[in-house]
């Protein structure tokens, strides 16, 4: 049984290079409350101010809401690399994070060498560590560039890497940015059989995206950000409902219902 | 939980490992108690990676030669050329027995430049790890740890230089030397310690590695190195830069018995003192900066 509770989390992120007293006026007047200062009157961005909600076995989430409304910045403390300054965070379960697509790969060493370190952090055997190079060679199609540093490939081939990484080893816990939504059409056609494997596969999804017929297709729960706040939280169709416009909404549920 | 489909997707996730997670509780802590606990929490993780620690260091060196012909033996090329023309040259400035002047060079060159690459490796640690660092949950400890095993794996290699002046110039240990292996335990978690407090003060103040770099420089002409002490101990001056210098304490714990001198009480003592200090420092900047590095890289 995998969970992941976020209890009245607030995340503020220092703006160290902002401290000259005008510049700080400025962005005072032009940013519309996301602002503060801390205890030490430093200037901090507030991403998120005091989320909470819990998920278990079995959620499907979506996250929407505008650009900087703070979706990544929660997925990210949903994976635990952003600590947050309040409130606490339980994560229960193995969690992978989809969050860019370089998937912290090292771009002096070679594919090969990246997915052997990806086996390591998860805790693999020697043999595993070769199935999952051969599972990730197969599925990423680069052959013999598998050999060669990440930095030489092309930007679609790290895709492909990073996806064919990321989606060979079976979280519980699933957390994806939108990005791996966004490839090439071929790859995409190939990706989408294994991404929704996995999807169905994890016991908990976590899902940011502006692709709306996607969250009516994958989740069963939405939760509108807005100025790193929860806006709305409940039933996909209700909270689309709200945030899209009449006849978006009423397209993406056509989309979906055709998926479907 | 919503079952795989049977069938062709089964076939697909065949390969694929499942891992068990463990729960990881995330508490934004003010207190010392909760950031102690996560710091320590942070470091054991370290410990149960360390596969990954050896072949993220093993890579670090095989990536610096990569295309190289001799590959890492360059360290010990290198580090024998430096050696070897220094001895020659300063011998005579300072004239001194080349046989006793040589194997004293030697381990200290090469203990200097473990000191040197260790600080500026390890202002960077962090910031040159941003990308893993943003992309997942790891313990933060991880990649000091990464580059103080890189460091000592560049410190096996020069002490080959070493073996060689001591076979070539009859060079005989002391009984002492079995105080050699708590020394290198010590220089071990000195060094880590260093790393972690390095490093987190390189990653909030960009302006770290540059000071950090000139004051080494400046230690390693005060520091006993390429003089013995005992070359300007008439002069007075020189008392100062061997009784207050921590660097001095911790070469000397491993250089004196290699050099055929006794078990150093004092320099033991200076050495245990300032480590002492400096882990319970590192300790307290790790526990506190800990939660903020993934910010600030």
Redesign the interface.
């Known amino acids: 049984m ?1 969970k992941l509770l976020i209890e009245n ?2 995340v503020r ?2 703006l160290y290079h902002g401290e000259s007293r005008s510049l700080k006026k400025t962005v005072f007047a032009a940013a519309s409350g996301r602002l503060g200062e801390d205890r030490k009157h430093r200037l901090v961005v507030e991403a998120l101010r005091d989320v909470s909600f819990s998920l278990h ?2 959620d499907r989430l979506g996250f929407i809401g505008a650009n900087g409304a703070g979706k990544t910045t929660l997925l ?1 403390s949903m ?17 992978t ?1 989809l ?2 697509a ?8 070679t594919g090969r ?1 990246n997915i ?2 990806r ?6 055997n020697e043999p ?1 560590i070769r ?2 190079q ?2 990730v060679a197969d599925f990423a199609g680069l052959d013999q560039f598998l050999e060669l540093p990440v930095r030489t490939y092309s930007s679609g081939m790290i895709v492909r890497l990073g996806f064919a990484l990321a ?7 699933l957390l994806m940015d939108e990005w791996i939504l966004a490839g090439d059409a071929a790859f995409m056609t190939k990706a989408r ?2 991404l929704e ?2 999807v ?2 994890a ?1 908990i999804l976590v899902l940011s995206s502006h692709n709306a017929d996607v969250i009516l297709r994958w989740c069963n729960r939405v939760i509108w950000m807005d100025g790193g706040q929860i806006k709305a939280d409940g039933h996909p169709e209700d909270v689309l409902a709200a945030y899209l416009p009449p006849e978006q909404f009423a397209h993406a549920m056509a989309a979906a219902q055709d998926a479907a | 939980m919503i079952a795989p489909e049977q069938g062709q997707a089964a076939v697909e996730v065949s390969h694929t490992a499942s891992v068990p997670g463990r729960a990881v509780t995330i508490m934004a802590s003010r207190g010392w108690r909760g950031r102690l606990t996560l710091a320590a929490a942070d470091l054991s993780e370290t410990l149960r990676l360390w596969p990954l620690v050896w072949t993220l260091s093993m890579l670090d060196i095989r990536l610096r030669y990569r295309g190289s012909l001799l590959g890492p033996f360059w360290l010990t090329l290198s580090t024998a050329v430096m050696v070897g023309a220094i001895g020659f040259l300063y011998s005579r400035l300072f004239h001194q027995n080349i046989s006793a002047y040589l194997p004293f060079l030697s381990i200290s060159l090469v203990l200097w430049n473990f000191i040197s690459t260790v600080t500026s490796d390890g202002c960077l640690c962090f910031t040159q790890a941003e990308g893993m660092i943003r992309a997942m949950r790891m313990p933060l400890s991880l990649h000091a740890a990464r580059a103080v095993l890189r460091n000592i794996l560049v410190l096996a290699h020069n002490i080959v230089v070493i073996a060689v002046v001591f076979a070539v110039f009859h060079t005989q240990p002391s009984l002492a030397s079995f105080s050699l292996l708590p020394a290198a335990a010590l220089w071990v978690v000195d060094a880590t310690a260093l790393t972690l407090l390095l490093g987190a003060f390189g990653t909030r103040f960009r302006d770290i590695p540059p000071i950090v770099a000139s004051v080494v420089q400046i230690a390693f002409y005060i520091t006993p190195i390429m003089w013995n002490p005992a070359m300007l101990a008439h002069r007075g001056l020189s008392m100062v830069l061997v009784t207050w210098n921590p660097f001095y304490a911790l070469l000397e714990i491993m250089r004196g018995p290699l050099l055929g001198g006794p078990l150093d009480a004092a320099a033991w003592t200076a050495a245990l003192g300032y480590s002492a200090a400096l882990v319970l420092l590192a300790g307290a900047v790790f526990a506190r900066t800990r939660a903020r590095i993934a910010y600030w890289v």
Do not use: W
């Open positions: 995998a989390v607030s992120f220092p076995t079995g990210r994976a635990g690399i952003y600590e947050p300054v309040c409130g606490r965070i339980v994560i229960d379960g193995a969690v994070a969050l860019d370089n998937q912290g790969m090292n771009l002096e060493m060498e052997r370190l086996g390591l952090f998860t805790g693999l595993q199935q999952l051969a599972d989606t060979a080893i079976k979280p519980q816990i059989h294994r494997t996995m169905r596969g016991e």
